[in-house]
């Protein structure tokens, strides 16, 4: 069995120990979900290496303050793979890591998809594809019209852009100059249904985000050193917003998970939760 421990990092540049951090996540959403016996694992460990910079590297955040006003945002647009955001919380002091054995039971606050009025840390509910992106767009708008400094971040699904909402919302990023808003696509290139180009193909991704007005950076989204770099780049856009095209591996780090569809939304059972872990901590 794996032994938990808490861990307490903050703005951490080595690169080997944020790899650790999110083999750590990995772990976490490993056992969160087969705790919960339901659960997206595949999306959540695609999206685990963007998560660790964004919260032990990137983001202005306190744990102790979790509602600050000056804090740095993040808005998770594909809610259903909260097991990735919740390990993340756990591991930067939001909540007790224990709590992951509790995904998705009955009274647990930690239910499939994010809900900001139960869970420390979490800026917004999510978990309806195609809406997360308007909700930051006014989060960085408000930003702007109130003159803080902090940055909005809003993880979206290469199989969410599918959702015309996010087109009509990219439009108002660009109109409104929101040099304050970060977009990540994780394009892993495989939603529920298969691989994306042939359920409805959203690409060439970064063209289309150019095209609306964006600066576009693509980047290995398993590369921690890319990931910074992006992030620090797009800091110093000026006038328009940043998308970030991540190209990431569903099910990264769990060798019988990686580009399986089928790994979308099923939980493993003991002896594939066995052998994911076994793999993890290698």
């Avoid at 998770?76 to 007790?96: E, I, M, Q, V």
């Amino acid at each position: 069995m794996y032994h938990k421990r808490s861990v307490d990092f903050l703005n951490i540049s080595n690169i080997n120990e944020l790899e650790k951090i999110a083999n750590k996540v990995r772990v976490n959403i490993i056992e969160a979900v087969y705790n919960g016996k339901s659960g997206h694992p595949g999306g959540s460990l695609s999206i685990t290496d963007v998560l660790t910079v964004l919260y032990f590297n990137q983001m202005n955040i306190d744990p102790e303050n979790a509602k600050k006003i000056e804090r740095d945002r993040l808005v998770l647009s594909k809610g259903h793979c909260s097991p990735a955001l919740y390990s993340t919380l756990a591991l930067r002091g939001y909540f007790n890591e224990e709590e992951l054995k509790s995904f998705r039971s009955l009274e647990s606050n930690l239910q499939g998809h994010p809900d900001m009025k139960t869970i420390p840390g979490v800026d917004m509910t999510t978990g309806s594809l195609g809406q997360g992106l308007s909700v930051a767009n006014g989060m960085a708008l408000v930003g702007q019209l109130d003159k803080k400094d902090y940055r909005v971040y809003a993880i979206l699904g290469d199989g969410e852009i599918q959702e015309g909402q996010i087109w009509e919302a990219a439009m108002s990023s660009a109109h409104y100059k929101l040099d304050n808003l970060c977009v990540i696509v994780d394009n892993n290139n495989l939603q529920i249904d298969g691989e994306i180009e042939n359920v409805m193909s959203p690409y060439p991704i970064d063209e289309k985000f150019k095209s609306f007005g964006f600066e576009v950076i693509n980047i290995d989204g398993h590369n921690i050193k890319e990931i910074i770099d992006a992030f620090e780049k797009a800091k110093t856009i000026k006038g328009k917003p940043t998308a970030i095209i991540a190209k990431t591996i569903k099910g990264k780090g769990v060798s019988f998970m990686e580009n399986m569809a089928s790994w979308h939304g099923t939980a493993p059972n003991e002896e594939q939760y066995k052998m994911a872990i076994e793999e993890l901590m290698l």
